[in-house]
């Protein structure tokens, strides 16, 4: 099945070069006080970034960017790459030049691939638990403004997939939708005039609440994904057998790394898990001087 919304959106390199102007803008201000004073302009060194966890590093590519983009004469030689497991004492890069331009990126550089990397890391933790099992784990929407792109980068990067980007890249009509709208068809069917209407080819994914509401939305038809959102196991191994392989289905809802392959077991297609996102343990690295 075609899914519009799984492909990469055009302006990562835009949104990623906007992140990386607000945070010097953020962190910099009108200098680093600091380092302009106690190290000459001209002095040069060398930094390398070290792991003291064990878990899935990403956000190197991310480093490298935000260093040059900072200052185009640094260099960058990276000793690993994105999504490798790693373990304490490895070292991921070393980056050298001028070392004031190095004391100034340090810590976005830090808080970026911390971040990246803890999420990787559970991500890889989660897709473990369903190893054996057909389902894919999908992050949300539930991320940190601004850092959308990077949240969802480092969960691909730890063995998950993406769910949509955001609002613009696939219909999903939840149950505040459906209430306002005044009803599952009332919400489906507009949803399907105004596709037409705006000549758009966009998943459809539809939220139900109990098993009432996916025989509706079954129904009604015409639709790619239905999200089953806290379902107990039971309820959904009765849903899924309903669909009967029809429709994409997507668990969701309160699922933890506890109970997530006994959802997964229920042959769902899909399930998402908001906290991969936003509860987030970042991996511990530092940056450290080497000559």
Request: aromatic share 6%.
């Amino acid at each position: 099945m075609h899914h519009p919304h799984q492909q990469k959106i055009a302006d990562y390199n835009e949104l990623l070069d906007q992140l990386i102007r607000t945070a010097f803008l953020e962190d910099i201000g009108d200098g680093d006080h600091t380092s302009l004073s106690v190290i000459p302009e001209n002095w040069t060194g060398a930094a390398e970034l070290l792991i003291k966890d064990e878990g899935v590093i990403a956000g190197i590519e991310v480093a490298k960017k935000v260093f040059q983009t900072f200052d185009p004469e640094l260099q960058f030689e990276a000793f690993l790459s994105d999504g490798s497991t790693v373990s304490k004492g490895q070292k991921a890069f070393r980056v050298s030049g001028r070392k004031v331009s190095i004391l100034q990126t340090e810590r976005l550089v830090l808080n970026i691939m911390q971040r990246m990397s803890g999420i990787a890391t559970q991500t890889a933790a989660y897709c473990e638990r369903i190893a054996p099992y057909k389902t894919q784990i999908l992050d949300t929407r539930k991320t940190t403004p601004g850092m959308r792109i990077l949240d969802k980068e480092a969960v691909r990067l730890g063995g998950g997939a993406n769910h949509r980007m955001g609002l613009y890249d696939m219909i999903m009509i939840k149950d505040n939708h459906i209430d306002f709208a005044g009803g599952i068809e009332a919400a489906i069917t507009r949803v399907k005039t105004y596709l037409r209407e705006k000549d758009k080819s966009l998943a459809i994914e539809v939220e139900a609440r109990n098993l009432t509401d996916v025989k509706e939305i079954v129904r009604i038809g015409g639709i790619h994904r239905i999200m089953l959102d806290n379902f107990s196991l039971e309820e959904t191994r009765e849903a899924v057998q309903f669909i009967h392989g029809r429709y994409e289905t997507e668990s969701s809802g309160g699922i933890t790394y506890d109970t997530i392959a006994d959802y997964a077991a229920c042959g769902v297609d899909f399930i998402s898990v908001g906290a991969l996102t936003h509860q987030i343990k970042s991996l511990d690295l530092s940056l450290k001087a080497s000559e």
